[in-house]
T-cell receptor
Framework: NAGVTQTPKFQVLKTGQSMTLQCAQD?????MSWYRQDPGMGLRLIHY???????DQGEVPNGYNVSRSTTEDFPLRLLSAAPSQTSVYFC????????????FGDGTRLSIL | GNSVTQMEGPVTLSEEAFLTINCTYT??????LFWYVQYPGEGLQLLLK?????DKGSNKGFEATYRKETTSFHLEKGSVQVSDSAVYFC????????????FGSGTQLTVLP
């Protein structure tokens, strides 16, 4: 089982550039989320989706866009990268049942110069 | 809003020592509680969970009990191994929250041989 697959694993961007972080899951999960991990701050929710065509903002959505056209894919877009977006990004999925855990990808380490 | 407070690290122990990592939470409802573990260079993996008061989650020798009266979910292990060295995150998920997780800041554990 592939589980949750994130690409790329590493990326360096210049300020103002745009890019898309890819996330795909093969578990037929309805719930998908994007988190960012910064030192000493745990993981913070950026955006999430409860199903294809439905997305909503999390705790730190500014500077990021998402869409969910299929159950499997949930890409995260940075429209104009800023140094404050240097972080490790994790995608997660869940079946959504009460108490069911989220399954995480291995992360994308992003540096903005 | 919801919040999770974890014992600050880093924590350094000798092999076979007893481990406790404290976790307390604030939530408006009756959350599910989780401990996740992150090994170097990897994503988060579920370690254990508890979905209602007085439940005990356990896995790989780790245990945590859901204490509603003290709003706590402390992680314990009787005898740690070098392979337990990782970052440990306490998290909660509230019913009706689309299963989104609120994380603590994480505790780095290093076990020395």
């Amino acid at each position: 089982n592939a589980g949750v697959t994130q690409t790329p694993k590493f990326q360096v961007l210049k300020t103002g550039q745009s890019m898309t972080l890819q996330c795909a899951q093969d578990m037929n999960h309805e719930y998908m989320s994007w988190y960012r991990q910064d030192p000493g701050m745990g993981l913070r929710l950026i955006h999430y989706s409860v199903g294809a065509g439905i997305t909503d903002q999390g705790e730190v959505p500014n500077g990021y866009n998402v869409s969910r056209s299929t159950t499997e894919d949930f890409p995260l877009r940075l429209l104009s990268a800023a140094p404050s977006q240097t972080s490790v990004y994790f995608c997660a999925s869940s079946s959504g049942g009460e108490g069911q855990p989220q399954h995480f990808g291995d992360g994308t380490r992003l540096s903005i110069l | 809003g919801n919040s999770v407070t974890q014992m600050e690290g880093p924590v350094t122990l000798s092999e076979e020592a007893f481990l406790t990592i404290n976790c307390t939470y604030t939530a408006t409802g009756y959350p599910s509680l989780f401990w996740y573990v992150q090994y170097p260079g990897e994503g988060l993996q579920l370690l254990l969970k508890a979905t209602k008061a007085d439940d005990k989650g356990s896995n790989k020798g780790f245990e945590a009990t859901y204490r509603k009266e003290t709003t706590s979910f402390h992680l314990e292990k009787g005898s740690v191994q070098v392979s337990d060295s990782a970052v440990y995150f306490c998290a909660l998920s509230e019913p009706g929250s689309a299963r989104q997780l609120t994380f603590g800041s994480g505790t780095q554990l290093t076990v020395l041989p």
